[in-house]
Every structure is written in C-alpha cells, then in structure tokens.
C-alpha cells in the first residue's frame, strides 16, 4: 500500500506535473521556430508568456502546501495540476500541427519533375476491362510527338501480357483516334496530352473511351526561373492549371495561364491572364501554336514562351489541376465568387447568377472551367478565372483558416505544387503575418480577334480555332509589368487603357 501511495504522490507531484509542461512547451517552441513563420514581434512575447504559466502554476501549486485553508489551497493545487495536464497536451497537439505545415511546406516547394502518364485506351464498349484481356488484340500507336515514353510504355505492357505482333502504326494522333472509331485497332497506346489530337474528329473522346491501364514516368524538370527577394523585391510567379485530375504535375495542356505580379513593399498584386487559345510562337522552335499546346512540351516550355510573348523574367512557377480547385475551395469551406453575367454551365448544370454566388469545389470549378455560355467566350472565363483565385485568396487570409488548418493542407497537398523554397514561402507569410496588410490586386487580360487556320505547330493540318492577340494591347501590358516589376506603384488610371482597349 505504501508503494502505491508513493507512485500515486510520485505521478500527482507538482515536479512532475510541472516537467511535463515544461517539456511540451519547450517542444511546442522549438518547433514554431523551426516553422519560421510566427513574427519575432508575436514569437518573443509568446515564449514570455508560456514560460510565466509554468512559473504562476508553480507558485499555486506550492500555495497549496500551506495550513492556513488547506482544504480550499489543496482544491486550487489540484485544479492548477489539473490545467497544467490540460495546457501540456494542448501544447503537444499544437506541436503536431506546427510539424504538418512544416511538412507541407516542404512538399509543396521545389518542384523538380513532371510525370508523363501513357495511357491504353479502348472504346468504351469493348469487352476489355484489364489488360490481360487485350492479349494478342490489334493496337495502335502513333510516334508523332513522343517516341521514348511511348516505347517504354509498350515495353512495360509487354512484360505484364507478352510480346504483341499486331501493333499498328499511324502517323498522326488524329489518325489513331479514327482508327479506335472505326475498328481498326482494339486498343491504343497514348500520352495524355496529346488528348486534344484525339478529340480532333471525336469531340467527346473522353465520354466514348476507358482507360485498361495508364503507366506513369518522372522526368526531371528544368526551368528557367530567377529566384529572388520575395519580401523585397518585386516579383512574378506563373499560375497554370492543367486540364488533368489526379497527379499535378503530370504533363497535359495548360488551360489556365496567369501571371501574378507580386510587389510585397508597396502591397500591390497585378494579375495577367492570357487565353489558352493565344496565338503565340514556341520558345523551342518559334513555330507558331496556341498558348496551350505549350503544356504538351512541358512547364518549362510554357515559361519561356510567356517570357519571349512579354518580354518578361518569370521568376517562380506554380501549377495546380481540376483535383486541386475542388479540393481546396471544399477545404476553405466553399468560397463567394461574384459573377458579371447570369449563365449555366455546361459542366454540372450550375446555375450561375449574376452577382454573388457561394461555391463549393465542383460549382467552382465548373465555374472557371465555362466559356461558351459567355458572351465573350474565353475572355470571360478567364476574368472568372481571376474572380476565383481572389475569392480563394480572401479565404484564405482570413481567421476561420485556423480552425481548418490541418484539412487545407490535405486539400493542397498533391494538387498543386511551385518552384519557390520553403523559406521563400514561409518568408512572405512572416511578412504578412507581421503586418496584416491590406492588398490591392488588379486584373488585366489579353485579349485579341479569332481566326480559324490548320497552321498550328502541334496541331498541323487541322482547323483550330486560335486568337490573334492585339499587339498595341500587348504593349501596354508589357508597360504595366515593367511599371510594378520597378518596385512603382500602379494605379486603375495605368490599367484603364489595357481594361478599356478594343482593338
């Protein structure tokens, strides 16, 4: 009995209960400031304060060794033991928080590769459901654009179904989509994005086709990106959405184009969106293509022919997919995106009102995603597409982030992913933490006239519709990014041309 009174006095004494605080916020610290997040202004006072705690629970506690009231200083050290449990474990689950952002940081920073997804497709009919039924079947397969994913991918298929001898060969990607049509050929071996070569003659592709079996490849990605000062220097960063679920940085088409000019002295952002159907001339070969077929090349593609297009150093990249706007934006608890115009979209069937309308993960994205029941088309979706980013962003910024910390970084985590460190991410929140500054964010598009034509690089001898950018509008842009990119403020009357402008 002695011994248990003495293990029960031993667990129950105000040292060990203390110790045990002591220890967790000694964790709780060391953690926060390996986040590098928490200003010093915050950080300082907040350590005071915590070590203050354990030395005033010290003092109760003691108080309650005394005679004089014993019964009444015996309940107050019981209840300051008991708060001190309760502030240990608070602080150990802060703890395990303070880990999952720093985690996350790490995660999302330093893209280094991009994934090519080859893929064995069948009309949706077929009777195939694995790939072992397709044994000895008749496939297709083009090499117009890529010959060493896709003869890897026919290797790899080979070693799980042997050797196959009917592998026939077209020379161009729309060919080879007929080919499935029409019978030819049971299956066929693609990259994914070369998805709209595919849809050339078969608009609804994807709703017609399955997917047997899909092989995925890393490569080593290699962009022209100047680091710098992010809390004192202007900088640029290049949004792209691809038009892809799953893995984000599986090479597809760009879809989403956006640049974000960031100036973090004067508190200013200018957001520049350009079409995806942008005529433009590829950084590789200066052929000329839609903005969009960039994507097909690479990210690194894609920078360089913006920085050729506007005369620009793109200093960081930034790449998300369909996945991560609805798992983010269900993450934040659903957004409110203000409309110009009253639409339904064609994905979803969402009514759109004009005005405010709150958004869940799917009405947004099928929000972003609508262009032809714009008035003005691509134009407008990409307006909408700066509308959501800003509702995100407003989110975001806000307190109720908190109390869903742990589930944003979950919704973000492998749906999107930058070329910025770590430390350059938590650097810029420091920075807004420490000032809590309000930021004044402008819109600006390129805008231009379309044309149909069957000159495009990528797609060559297929009408495409693509848009002929305005070159005077063009140059203003360029006077505007230069304007922000000199650490200058900008003001509505530096846009209003760009805004206003015709052709």
């Known amino acids: 009995m002695k011994k248990k009174n003495k293990f029960i006095s031993f667990i129950t004494s105000k040292y060990l209960i203390l110790a045990v605080q002591l220890i967790a916020t000694a964790i709780f610290v060391y953690f926060v400031y390996q986040l590098k997040v928490v200003p010093t202004k915050y950080f300082i006072p907040g350590c005071i304060g915590l070590v203050l705690l354990i030395i005033i629970f010290f003092f109760i506690m003691k108080s309650g060794q005394k005679k004089i009231d014993k019964g009444l200083r015996s309940k107050r050290s019981i209840i300051t033991k008991l708060v001190s449990l309760l502030v240990s474990i608070l602080l150990m689950v802060a703890s395990t928080f303070v880990v999952r952002g720093n985690d996350f940081f790490n995660q999302v920073s330093e893209a280094t590769t991009q ?81 709209a070569m ?102 690194a593609e894609t920078i360089s022919t913006i920085e050729d297009f506007l005369d620009i150093q793109i200093n960081y990249f930034a790449r998300t997919n369909f996945s991560g706007i609805t798992n983010i934006v269900d993450a934040l608890g659903g957004v409110t995106v203000n409309s110009d115009y009253a639409f339904t979209t064609l994905h979803g069937n969402y009514e759109i009102v004009k005005g405010e309308n709150e958004m869940d993960g799917d009405k947004a994205l099928c929000f972003v995603r609508e262009r032809y029941s714009l008035p003005n088309g691509d134009f407008d979706r990409g307006k909408n597409q700066q509308k959501l980013l800003e509702a995100m962003l407003d989110k975001a910024m806000s307190a109720k982030i908190i109390t869903n910390f742990d589930n944003i970084l979950s919704a973000i985590e492998g749906t999107f992913e930058t070329d910025m460190s770590s430390e350059e991410i938590r650097s810029l929140l420091n920075m ?46 360029k006077d505007v990014i230069d304007k922000i990119e000199a650490g200058e403020r900008i003001s509505k009357d530096d846009i209003k041309d760009i805004t206003d402008y015709e052709g």
């Not at 896709?150 to 161009?172: C, F, L, S």
């Not at 997917?211 to 992010?230: C, D, F, G, H």
């Not at 809590?436 to 797609?459: H, K, P, R």
């Open 115 to 195: 994934n090519y997804l080859v893929s064995v497709i069948t009309m949706k009919d077929h009777e195939a459901t694995k790939l072992k039924d397709l044994d000895g079947a008749n496939f297709g397969v083009s090499y117009q654009y890529d010959t060493t994913t896709v003869t890897r991918a026919i290797a790899d298929m080979e070693e799980e179904i042997g050797e196959q001898k009917h592998m026939n060969r077209y020379e161009e990607y729309s060919a080879l989509a007929d080919a499935l049509y029409n019978g030819e050929v049971d299956a066929i071996i693609v990259g994914q994005e070369y998805d």
């Open 432 to 477: 807004q933490l420490d000032d809590m500054a309000e930021w004044e964010v402008f819109d600006i598009q390129v805008t231009g006239e379309g044309y149909m034509t069957d000159e495009t690089y990528s797609m060559s001898g297929s009408n495409v519709y693509v848009m002929k950018p305005y070159r005077k509008q063009v140059n203003l842009i």
């Open 198 to 299: 595919l849809e050339i003659n078969h608009p609804s592709f994807k709703d017609e086709t399955k997917v047997i079996k899909s092989y995925e490849y890393e490569s080593k990605l290699t962009v022209n990106t100047k680091q710098t000062n992010v809390t004192e220097n202007t900088f640029t960063v290049y949004v792209t959405g691809i038009d892809t679920y799953g893995s984000v940085n599986t090479v597809s088409r760009s879809d989403v184009n956006l640049l974000v000019t960031v100036n973090p002295v004067e508190k200013q952002i200018l957001m520049t969106s350009i079409p995806r159907d942008c005529e433009i001339k590829l950084n590789k070969n200066g052929e000329m293509d839609k903005l969009t077929h960039t994507g097909i090349y690479g990210t």
